[in-house]
């Protein structure tokens, strides 16, 4: 999916054309990346379902999803919305350019959600949150922040990020073994991975603890993505398999060989944030 394949009804967007050619798609709904090209090659990296649904409240199933104020349904209130109500609602863009910052050759932009009537019927609670993507070359960096702007908040997140694979039988995961996790496919039990990297076939969805700074790497036979993450502890990483994608209406048929979720998260601790303070956390995807 890219700028001119976006159906109508996707609403406004924010197009990142970095100097090389590399761009990024961000929706100010969720503010949703539904789109990441790098440079040269010009492939799509994120994987965007051509049957994801847009508009008002809804989410979008594919892309990055913001996850907010919490991840699944562990979080602080357990009647929110499953992954909260940050990617069901519009956005507002704070600014955007090229060739600041910390990488000169990227596109960047932030958008910004704040807490309002609605929010606050879900959730009592004073927020700013911002996310900033930053697409250039070869990556695409996304920083998502909460600033305290009332009481204190505590909150889980995570980003949701669907990575475009060519032949999901084909690809490894690399980098988690060792590291404890949750299956909640395989039973809801606890475990530990081993040495052999991570294969898909029925469902795969694991929460792994506390993987920290570890960089991960998605391997496929004609190509390869690294993934790291800062201030989030947790990895979430999530396949549906044939027959969970079978009972998806916003999946097309044969959907779950072409993605692969490995997403940034904070769960477990849930993030505290004292009045005032604020929490920042980043995704950084570089493709090989
Ligand atoms: O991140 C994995 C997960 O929590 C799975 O349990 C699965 O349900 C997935 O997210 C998708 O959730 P969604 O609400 O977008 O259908």
């Known amino acids: 999916m890219s700028d001119d394949t976006l159906p109508d009804d996707a609403g406004p967007c924010v197009l990142l054309r970095a100097p090389d050619g590399a761009a990024a798609t961000v929706l100010l709904h969720g503010a949703h990346v539904v789109s990441w090209r790098t440079a040269g090659d010009g492939l799509e990296r ?143 039990v606890e475990a530990t991975q081993g040495t052999a990297p991570i294969a898909f076939g029925p469902e795969t969805d694991r929460i792994y603890w506390g993987v920290g700074e570890r960089v991960l790497r998605l391997v496929e036979p004609t190509r390869g993505l690294t993934l790291a993450q800062e201030g989030f502890g947790d990895t979430v990483v999530w396949n549906p398999g044939a027959q969970r994608a079978a009972q998806l209406a916003d999946l097309a048929a044969g959907g779950e060989a072409r993605f692969v979720c490995v997403e940034a998260a904070a769960i477990q601790p849930p993030v505290t944030l004292a009045p005032g303070q604020r929490w920042q956390a980043r995704q950084r995807l570089k493709a090989s």
């Open 46 to 188: 994120l994987y965007t379902s051509p049957k994801a649904r847009y508009g008002d409240g809804q989410a979008i199933r594919g892309g990055v999803p913001v996850c907010f104020p919490q991840f699944g349904d562990r979080g602080p209130d357990t009647a929110l919305a499953f992954h909260g109500f940050a990617r069901r609602r519009a956005w507002q863009l704070v600014d955007q350019g090229v060739g600041e910052g910390p990488d000169a050759n990227q596109a960047w932009a932030r958008l910004r959600l704040s807490d309002d009537e609605a929010t606050r019927a879900l959730w009592p609670h004073a927020f700013q949150l911002e996310l900033e993507a930053r697409v250039g070359g070869d990556r695409l960096d996304i920083e998502l922040s909460v600033r305290a702007t009332g009481g204190p908040l505590a909150f889980t997140a995570a980003l949701h990020t669907y990575l475009a694979v060519a032949d999901l039988p084909a690809v490894r995961l690399e980098g988690l073994d060792g590291s404890r996790y949750f299956d909640k496919a395989g039973g809801g």
